[in-house]
């Protein structure tokens, strides 16, 4: 078998299981590379010791080896004043891979020529905006260019791997497909979480949503690795495996570590891990591997678990997803035959609205945020944005708004529009995987949205018109879904992300094309067994009663198979058609979403808060709050646009800045965090009400003149020898909003001089920050020399590699598990002290 059957059989999901080495930044240290000092930098100093590290995977039974490039993009390598390197780092990091395979004595064996070089690529260590400020283009740069040099290089495969953000993996995946013919295998990194056994990402990102989103943008492997021990990450394995229609990839830490004798030390042992391995390989895994605490012992273990099967294989995973997946960051929603009928929310639409029109007009994004919480509160399943405006530059526009839409729901996004330049921006800025609404049966329309619908993993809708009109016919529609579809499978796109729009005609105008398109849309789901879609509302223009019309062809178009409709959701009957709808037509099963929601209210409370009732003429209204719920509620949903405003009529109404802070905003961020401790929220979300909280308390700070006192003082910092601090920066930004002084000393510091500014400074509180194993220990260096010093000043401890266990083995005061949770400890600790 040559290199290229083994790479389509790696695809396909056909071949023999791969096993992937373990850990390389821990051989690394034991092989004399520094504390604090660039990993991949060995490749150039020392390639022999890369070598024999890779070597020793190899003879353990790795049949894939992952080159010493993590960080080795421009923007990490930048932190050591080596981002030129890049080309020149992938260079010899491939070859010392490649050099340890050809004298491993297994590739002269071997059928396939294995080990394979899977080239490492790692994140940037920043989050994309709007939750940080790197963009989807500096990203996209980044891995760009590390794919290609690796590609170029001779990597068999890239690995992109140790994920926390779906979005930022999304532009990672689509960039290496852009830059190298390569399979392209994607790892997320999960944590713990409560209101699910399976976890989610540090931004909330479920296993379920992160298959979705991924395969969508083309990745070729899917998984997870490091962060849960085997057990848990076992767990993301079993929900993955349920929606993953490419091969699974999972690589566990040796358990979650622990301090023996001052040493970090993960307690599973090599057998423990091929245990686990085993268990894996009933999961339909393909690629077995290791992360964290692992070595060459452990790869040995899960190569011999591996090799127990008689013929080294798996069943192959189906392909068929089912229907069409659509997804948010957080949330996933499913259409077709099999799934409850999807209302997509018509609301954002400048057309006949004046007011939402001058707000687009003036990038005033009020009403955009409203509607879509309004319809999310009413029952949508999914957002239409379509902002099309005379004269407006849309493709300037459209991601402003998808940012203001994604701030205000967690819902999938329908991206309405006719400009591709428009629709590319969209797809640049959104975190999940959406509907492009739409194509045509036209070929110019088709050449110039479909590869833009390829290219960053999206569904399609598909209209039944082309350059010659809307047939009359349903035969002829059909004809049309047919040449559409064609010519989605020639880009790569899979029928299951194509939805077809039959068109509704207006019944007072062509009053026998409203049977006949209902009439397609049986053809399409018999013919050709694809997701369907109807824009409901013009069949009922230039009639009067609207909404009985309306209702009544939906029921009539859900008997007909109809999977997804467009339509105004704060109508009564609409709601009330496509809810009885799903249970007559077997949707509902058991009636079950109809009983929850009918069994104890009346039809007018059905689906709507009292915040969120509709008026004769549709438009959503608010209820009358006060001033200092309304401030709440902005802080809660993150409304910065709004917040200052309602402060300014607040202090206008002689209300003294103190109370505003201690009635509303105060409480308004304790609310935030129950929420996010219950998993109704996200840090996304928590973000977006700390920077609500940040306006605000700039708006007070110039009423307050020296009334605002400090709720206390806190030192933070990411210990030496480690360059990460995204989590650190969110804590600095939550305990800021929180009224506490923050003296932040950034990342990759020494107990030397955290110690120094802990004696100029005098906080109450010092926080320390690592994300790696091998720098875990440096906190025990603080503490050792905190109490060397005589300082009386309590330290608590984070991060993800972080436990309980080691904070209290090193006698830290504490231990928190997320910023959240960092802030009420801080504050409890303060309030014990005596408070400020």
Same mark, same amino acid.
């Given at each position: ?123 940037? &260590? ?10 989807? =283009? ?156 692992? $070595? ?55 057309? &006949? ?12 994004? $009020? ?16 957002? =239409? ?7 407006? =530059? ?119 094309? &409203? ?22 509302? $013009? ?10 019309? $309306? ?169 030496? &020898? ?115």
């Amino acid at each position: 078998m040559d290199k290229n059957s083994f790479i389509n059989e790696l695809i396909c999901g056909t071949g023999p299981v791969l096993v992937v080495d373990g850990a390389m930044g821990t051989m690394l240290q034991d092989s004399g590379l520094a504390p604090g000092a660039c990993p991949e930098s060995m490749n150039l100093e020392h390639p022999e010791i890369v070598t024999e590290i890779h070597r020793k995977y190899a003879l353990a039974g790795a049949d894939i080896l992952t080159t010493n490039t993590f960080g080795g993009s421009r923007i990490k390598l930048s932190e050591y004043g080596l981002g030129d390197k890049v080309a020149e780092i992938s260079r010899a990091a491939v070859k010392a891979a490649r050099d340890a395979a050809n004298h491993s004595g297994r590739s002269a064996v071997s059928e396939a020529g294995l080990p394979a070089i899977a080239g490492n690529m790692g994140p940037t &260590g920043k989050f994309l905006e709007p939750v940080g400020d790197l963009s989807f =283009d500096a990203a996209y740069a980044n891995f760009y260019e590390q794919a290609k040099a690796l590609s170029d290089a001779g990597a068999d495969l890239l690995l992109i791997e140790t994920m926390s953000d779906v979005k930022e993996a999304r532009c990672a995946v689509i960039a290496a497909k852009a830059a190298a013919n390569l399979p392209v295998a994607v790892t997320m990194t999960f944590q713990q979480d409560g209101s699910r056994s399976a976890g989610r990402t540090l931004l909330g990102t479920p296993p379920d949503v992160a298959v979705a989103v991924l395969e969508a943008a083309g990745a070729d492997i899917v998984g997870a690795n490091c962060s849960l021990g085997p057990e848990g990450l076992y767990e993301v394995a079993k929900l993955m495996s349920c929606y993953a229609t490419v091969p699974l990839i999972f690589q566990p830490n040796a358990g979650l570590p622990k301090l023996i004798d001052g040493k970090t030390v993960y307690p599973a042992s090599p057998e423990e891990l091929g245990q686990w391995a085993e268990k894996f390989l009933g999961l339909g895994v393909r690629l077995i591997g290791s992360c964290c605490g692992s $070595n060459p012992a452990h790869t040995k273990a899960i190569a011999e678990a591996v090799r127990k099967k008689s013929d080294g294989s798996v069943t192959a995973r189906s392909r068929s997803t089912g229907g069409t997946r659509l997804a948010s960051r957080t949330k996933l929603v499913s259409i077709g035959a099999s799934f409850m009928p999807a209302v997509i929310g018509e609301r954002i639409n400048p057309t &006949g609205r004046k007011a939402l029109s001058e707000e687009l007009s003036r990038g005033v994004f $009020n009403i955009v945020k409203r509607e879509a919480r309004v319809q999310t509160q009413a029952g949508a399943a999914l957002i =239409d944005i379509n902002i099309g405006l005379p004269g407006a =530059d849309e493709a300037a526009l459209m991601p402003k708004v998808v940012r203001a839409v994604e701030e205000s729901t967690d819902l999938p996004l329908v991206i309405d529009s006719t400009d591709p330049k428009a629709i590319e921006a969209a797809l640049k800025e959104i975190g999940g995987k959406c509907l492009v609404n739409s194509v045509t049966g036209d070929k110019e329309r088709l050449d110039s949205i479909l590869p833009l619908v390829k290219k960053y993993g999206a569904a399609v809708v598909g209209l039944t018109i082309d350059e010659y009109g809307i047939p009359q016919t349903a035969e002829a529609r059909l004809g049309i879904a047919e040449k559409i579809l064609e010519a989605c499978l020639a880009h790569g796109i899979p029928k299951e992300d194509l939805i077809i729009d039959c068109l509704v005609m207006t019944a007072s105008a062509e009053q026998a094309q &409203g049977v006949e398109t209902l009439k397609a849309v049986s053809l399409i789901k018999e013919k050709l067994g694809l997701a369907t879609s109807l824009g409901i509302s $013009n069949v009922s223009f230039g009639l009067p009663q609207r909404p009985l019309i $309306n209702a009544t062809y939906l029921a009539m178009a859900l008997g007909h198979g109809l999977d997804a409709a467009m339509v105004n959701i704060y109508d009564e009957r609409i709601r009330d058609a496509m809810a009885a709808g799903a249970v007559l037509t077997g949707r509902d099963r058991n009636a079950g979403s109809y009983v929850k929601n009918y069994k104890k209210k009346s039809g007018k409370e059905v689906f709507l808060s009292a915040s969120a009732k509709s008026t004769s003429s549709g438009s959503a209204t608010l209820t009358a709050v006060s001033l200092s719920d309304g401030i709440r509620q902005a802080v809660i949903d993150g409304d910065r646009d709004n917040i200052v405003n309602l402060i300014e009529q607040s202090l206008a109404s002689g209300v003294e800045p103190m109370d505003i802070g201690n009635g509303s905003l105060i409480p308004a961020l304790e609310e935030v965090g129950k929420l996010y401790e219950s998993g109704e929220i996200f840090l996304p979300q928590v973000m977006q009400s700390a920077e609500a909280m940040k306006a605000a308390f700039a708006r007070l700070k110039k009423e307050m003149r020296g009334q605002g006192k400090s709720a206390g003082k806190v030192l933070l910092a990411t210990v030496y &020898g480690d360059v990460h601090d995204i989590g650190k920066n969110i804590l600095a930004t939550l305990l800021e909003n929180h009224g506490l002084e923050v003296i932040d000393l950034g990342k990759n510091v020494k107990a030397e001089t955290i110690l120094d500014e802990a004696e100029k400074q005098r906080p109450d509180v010092i926080g320390l920050s690592a994300l790696m194993t091998t720098t875990m220990t440096q906190m025990g260096a603080v503490i050792k020399e905190r109490d060397r010093r005589g300082l009386n000043i309590p330290v608590v401890l984070g991060g993800a590699v972080v436990t309980e266990g080691y904070a209290k083995s090193v006698g830290a005061a504490a231990f928190s598990r997320d910023a959240m949770e960092a802030v009420e400890i801080f504050k409890r600790i303060i309030k014990e002290q005596g408070g400020r």
